[in-house]
């Protein structure tokens, strides 16, 4: 057997903001690519994760959407990783594992967790974005708490280390000896579709597609493309051709893979057509956010998990119904309700799915999910695209009704919560810090608005560890429950991105079928008015509604 290389100390200097965001650290490929930039954040995370005992025994479980610079990203961390000290990484083939699956294989392995790497749904290639997170053992993204010790670490690193290796060919399966650790490449897509063959009765929806039903799914040359023909091609049957850019490409062929109106517009355009097929859906670059579309009808994210929870039982996961459910503050009310209908708790949390973690963990919660596009269960510890879509088709399987029909009766049934979101995208980040704090400032001196519930800044203490988040949204509510909510992302890699939320409820049955933006028209041009968007932005529109 060949001798071990002796681990490498290499010097190195802390780099300025390396803070991660909603959702692990993401910044320009060039800036990830730039001298020490990678090594010294997998590093910090190590440093900030590693038990008192060091990583000995350990498994860590690594992979990532396959977008540009995934290659040499997954070298550089099994390097790091043998020099740690780890025993074992567990790699997706050719370095792809989707968010989900990653999730999956962390918890089915009883893994120490998992570096993942994606920036979602943002744009990637040599001028896009790259990102990465740490799991924990829990299959879900790192809490606030670590992610704080890893940007402390990332701010007094003097040292990084790594072993002299040569590549390891990741594309072969089985395991390899690497320096003192144990590489397994393992099946990216195997794992995950036994876990959605136990929650979902595939015989059901198999003959369902035998009896001539059509799904359209856009994978967006993203991770989800070898997951989506495994599952509804191979497994369930569909069509041949009913997945689209199922091919991942690094560049994503140069799309945004965001699951929304405006970069899955074609799939929107098929689902508005004559002729649309039953139910069209995409997922994101990491395989872990959804959009669904009915024919003639977007469902948006909010009122689909509200869908799913109502509908949950269908599912043979689900048939003995479900612990509880939760949402983030941003998202509609409309989960709410569904939730008291049922009896069971409903969370409301600060944006980013790791705030569900200590909930699922706890078994309070079953579903959950977001208005970014994100719904999951307490299967994996992410939300997880392809099991929305999954859910979907087992309810209208179940049902035997359109998708539109199913959202009609609920909105008759439960009343309608009209939702948008306006993205006001790569402002200026010293106005957009601005205009959050005067609006701040402003709610505190209490603001004069007819009917006004309360104004405030959302804080969340977590009811299973007791930590406390706060500044995480401003909040306008008003006495019939319509709200504005403004939110600056934590996603974005470039300037700053203000979100403003906007909600009404509606009761009555003969309103429910008005265009969301007329029906929310007096409320976006108060919250246009409150914070002054467009004499601090610059800008005369949203860029992007949803
Ligand atoms: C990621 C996280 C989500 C979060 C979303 C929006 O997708 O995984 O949990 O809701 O980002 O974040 P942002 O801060 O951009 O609104
Ligand atoms: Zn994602």
New binding site residues.
């Given amino acids: 057997m060949s001798k071990i290389p002796a681990v490498q100390r290499i010097p190195t200097q802390p780099i300025a903001g390396m803070k991660p965001?909603?959702?692990g650290l993401r910044k320009r490929v060039t800036e990830f690519q730039s001298g020490n930039y990678l090594a010294n954040f997998v590093q910090s995370v190590f440093n900030a994760v590693r038990p008192d005992g060091g990583f000995t025994g350990l498994t860590l479980v690594l992979g990532g959407d396959g977008r540009y610079f995934n290659d040499a990203a997954i070298q550089l961390v099994l390097k790091m990783a043998a020099a740690n000290g780890f025993a074992r990484v567990l790699v997706g083939a050719n370095g792809i594992l989707s968010?989900p699956a990653a999730s999956n294989v962390i918890r089915k392995n009883k893994a120490f967790g998992g570096l993942i790497l994606s920036a979602?749904?943002n744009a990637g290639g040599p001028e896009g974005d790259f990102g990465i997170k740490f799991n924990a053992g829990n299959g879900g993204?790192a809490p606030e708490k670590l992610t704080d010790a890893m940007y402390a670490e990332s701010q007094r690193i003097n040292e990084f280390l790594t072993l002299d290796l040569p590549e390891l060919d990741v594309s072969r399966p089985g395991a390899h000896r690497y320096g003192g650790m144990t590489v397994e490449v393992i099946d990216s897509v195997a794992d995950y579709v036994q876990l959605m063959k136990q929650l979902f009765d595939f015989p059901a929806l198999k003959a369902m597609f035998a009896g001539g039903f059509r799904l359209a799914f856009d994978a967006m040359h993203a991770v989800t493309g070898p997951y989506a023909h495994a599952i509804f091609e191979g497994e369930l049957g569909a069509a041949p051709g009913t997945v689209h850019n199922g091919t991942p490409l690094k560049d994503f062929g140069g799309h945004h893979p965001d699951p929304n109106l405006v970069h899955a517009k074609a799939l929107y355009d098929q689902m508005m057509a004559p002729g649309a097929p039953d139910l069209g859906a995409a997922s994101?670059g990491d395989g872990?956010?959804n959009l669904i579309i009915g024919r003639d009808l977007f469902i948006s994210p909010s009122d689909s998990l509200a869908m799913l929870a109502a509908n949950a039982h269908l599912a043979p996961a689900y048939a003995g119904g479900i612990a509880g459910v939760a949402r983030?503050m941003?998202t509609s009310g409309a989960v709410d309700r569904v939730a008291e209908r049922l009896g069971v708790p409903c969370f409301e949390t600060p944006?980013?799915?790791?705030?569900f973690g200590n909930l699922l963990d706890a078994g309070k919660i079953t579903l959950c999910g977001?208005?970014?596009?994100?719904t999951g269960s307490n299967h994996v510890r992410?939300?997880d695209g392809i099991w929305a879509v999954l859910l979907w088709l087992t309810i209208l399987c179940q049902r035997k009704q359109s998708a539109m029909q199913i959202a009609q009766e609920h909105w008759a049934s439960y009343g309608r919560n009209y939702y948008t979101r306006h993205d006001y995208e790569e402002i200026d980040s010293t106005a957009a810090k601005k205009l959050m704090a005067d609006l701040s400032a402003k709610i505190d001196a209490g603001l004069q608005l007819p009917k006004l519930k309360f104004a405030d800044d959302f804080s969340y203490t977590d009811p299973v560890d007791g930590s406390v988040s706060k500044n995480q949204g401003l909040r306008v509510v008003f006495e019939d429950g319509s709200r504005i909510v403004y939110?600056?992302?934590?996603?974005?890699t470039t300037g700053s991105?203000l979100?403003v939320y906007i909600e009404r409820y509606e009761a009555d049955t003969s309103q429910h079928g008005l265009d969301t933006q007329a029906a929310l028209a007096d409320l976006i041009a108060l919250a246009g008015k409150l914070a002054e968007i467009r004499e601090r932005t610059d800008r005369e529109r949203p860029d992007v509604i949803t």
Avoid: I
């Avoid at 977001?370 to 994100?374: H, K, N, Q, T």
């Avoid at 939110?487 to 974005?492: D, E, K, P, Q």
């Fill in positions: 965001g909603t959702s968010t979602s749904h993204p994101d872990d956010r983030s941003p944006t980013g799915w790791k705030f977001e208005e970014s596009a994100g992410e939300k939110r600056l992302s934590g996603t974005g991105t979100r």
